[in-house]
């Protein structure tokens, strides 16, 4: 595809429900990135793949959160037992190479957790 | 931990108008780039400098980069109101993805 497709484009769950976010980066990159964005703040990191190497998790919050990237494109985001601290919108990016420059990201899901 | 921070948090200016943002940041960087983000949603890469660099352009943009202060500013000259966004600063330090740092933005507001 032309950029980076992200969906659902919003999804309201019950608390205590699981969740999967899904994101189809840009044919041929490399690294793929997960972010998540509070309402009126910055980007927070949560987990990187590169090609076929084991992910970086470094930023998951806790261990609700998982991720996984399959033949090195889609990757999917998943939410255990969710809490209302989780509404956020959640952003992936892709890029090409291992130079964390220039990120193409997606349009987001915005979650919310009832 | 915060690396990258914009200052102002929130600027609004006439259409025509120069809008100005800063951003400072605490370590050594490899790269400083500037994102666009509207309506909340997916970030579009804007422009980069890299550590070795002082100032850059890209059509109405203008970077600066002083890394003896740490802090970068970002000149958006003769502003539209399509420009109405918040701009983030992101610094690149290397060791993989951590190493890629936002900060909270600044949200612009072009008055028509």
């Known amino acids: 595809g032309a950029g980076v497709s992200q969906s659902p484009s919003n999804k309201v769950t019950e608390k205590g429900k699981d969740v999967e976010l899904r994101c189809d980066p840009i044919?041929?990159?490399?690294?793929l990135y997960w972010y998540r964005q509070s309402l009126g703040q910055g980007l927070e990191f949560l987990i990187y793949f590169q090609g076929n190497s084991a992910p970086d998790k470094s930023g998951l919050p806790s261990d609700r959160f998982s991720a996984e990237r399959t033949g090195g494109s889609v990757s999917t985001l998943t939410i255990q037992r969710t809490q209302q601290e989780d509404s956020a919108v959640y952003l992936c990016?892709?890029?090409?190479?291992?130079?964390?420059?220039?990120?193409?990201f997606g349009s987001g899901t915005q979650l919310s957790v009832l | 931990s915060q690396q990258g921070e914009e200052d102002p948090q929130a600027l609004s200016i006439q259409e025509g108008e120069n809008a100005t943002m800063n951003c400072s940041y605490k370590t050594s960087i490899n790269n400083l780039q500037w994102y666009r983000q509207n309506s909340g949603r997916g970030l579009v890469h804007l422009i980069l400098?890299?550590?070795?660099?002082r100032e850059k352009h890209s059509g109405r943009l203008r970077v600066t980069l002083d890394t003896s202060k740490k802090s970068s500013s970002l000149l958006i000259t003769a502003s539209r109101a399509a420009d109405t966004a918040s701009y983030f600063c992101a610094t690149e330090t290397g060791g993989g993805a951590d190493g890629l740092t936002f900060g909270k933005g600044t949200h612009l507001i072009i008055q028509p």
């Open positions: 990016a892709s890029t090409q190479g291992w130079s964390n420059e220039k990120l193409f």
């Open positions: 044919s041929g990159h490399t690294a």
């Open positions: 400098i890299r550590s070795n660099e």
